[in-house]
């Protein structure tokens, strides 16, 4: 038996080669040494502030591949992925407060509602399209969010929620460590499984919708139930991140769950890449270390005795943020997944590339 490293050219014989998703024994190789390194030494060498930051990359890296199937695949623009996220930690937490449901039961029933949720703000999807249908996904994004702020008998409104202690299989989840061996399992399941469904006939139907819908009807495929089917999937995907969020940081309140979160979900996709798994993953990476480098940055400006009292550098760190956005646009409009596919292919055509 030959182990294959590194392709040399484009020798398929079958469609079935076409399919995996490691095409070379190097990429799996990679990929299970990738997994030792994340399960087995990243824990114990980072600390608990990067831990953390790890743990919301991953959260946001899951609700980003939703957005992804729904945008990239199919074509359908969301601006309600952030109020999504939130109906997944509500779910959640007023499973795990009011009901004393455990943990893994409520992240899923928070992935459930929310999908149904989904399905019902897909409808409009049937007859509209394109900025009509973004317009609509905002009037979902604002209702979700009055609901948050005024059902104060199910929500709690402004005071938020205070989650009690998760537990799994009667392991204690009190530490960054021991949350991130969870999420991060989840994280790589649900990356799995979004592989394996843009690669089904439920993918390639997403993705003749996103490139021409008429054609794809006159083929014989029923574009509203695939569109409701792709709605349904990535407000699954958005609720499941949303309720793991909620119990991770153990309290919510409608602050997060704004129109800006929703915007911050496009922009890791646009960066990261559209119509790209892996793209959704280095987007939340980008847009999550970015946040997190703002506001550090923001933080000892303001402590600076030359900043002191200044009000207006607070808006310094949208400004930066929307600039980013905006240079990728111009420069790099197929996002990091793009970066990353130009570096395999160096890498494959070594030393002969130049």
Not at 144 to 156: G, Q, V
Not at 236 to 262: C, D, N, Q, R
Not at 306 to 313: K, L, N, R, S
Request: glycine share 10%.
């Amino acid at each position: 038996m030959r182990l294959r490293l590194r392709p040399c050219g484009n020798y398929k014989e079958s469609y079935k080669e076409e399919l995996p998703i490691f095409e070379t024994d190097f990429g799996r190789i990679s990929s299970l040494i990738g997994l030792i390194l994340l399960f087995f030494v990243i824990p114990f060498v980072f600390g608990s502030y990067n831990l953390y930051v790890l743990n919301h990359v991953a959260i946001y890296a899951i609700a980003a591949v939703g957005l992804n199937i729904l945008t990239g695949f199919t074509g359908q623009l969301s601006l309600g992925h952030g109020a999504f996220f939130g109906v997944g930690a509500y779910t959640a937490s007023i499973l795990m407060t009011r009901l004393h449901v455990p943990f893994l039961p409520s992240i899923f029933a928070g992935g459930v509602s929310t999908a149904l949720v989904g399905l019902v703000f897909g409808i409009p999807s049937s007859r509209l399209k394109h900025l009509y249908l973004t317009i609509s996904t905002l009037a979902g994004q604002l209702i979700l969010e009055y609901i948050f702020i005024n059902w104060e008998s199910l929500t709690c409104g402004a005071s938020g929620i205070i989650l009690p202690k998760s537990t799994i299989f009667g392991f204690d989840l009190q530490t960054d460590r021991s949350f991130f061996y969870v999420i991060f399992i989840f994280f790589v399941i649900f990356l799995w499984i979004a592989k394996n469904i843009v690669r089904t006939k439920y993918g390639r139907a997403f993705i003749a919708i996103r490139d021409n819908d008429q054609a794809a009807e006159g083929m014989g495929i029923p574009i509203f139930r695939y569109k409701l089917i792709s709605f349904a999937i990535s407000s699954f995907y958005a609720g499941f991140a949303g309720a793991l969020w909620a119990t991770y940081v153990a309290s919510i309140s409608p602050e997060p769950f704004t129109f800006g979160l929703s915007i911050e979900f496009i922009a890791m996709i646009i960066i990261g890449g559209l119509g790209s798994i892996t793209g959704s993953v280095f987007g939340a990476t980008f847009i999550t270390l970015l946040n997190e480098a703002l506001s550090q940055g923001i933080g000892y400006l303001m402590n600076l005795k030359a900043f002191t009292g200044m009000v207006t550098i607070a808006p310094f760190r949208e400004f930066i943020f929307g600039l980013v956005i905006v240079l990728f646009l111009i420069f790099e409009p197929k996002g990091l997944a793009e970066v990353w596919r130009i570096v395999k292919s160096s890498f494959k055509l070594w030393p002969f590339s130049y």
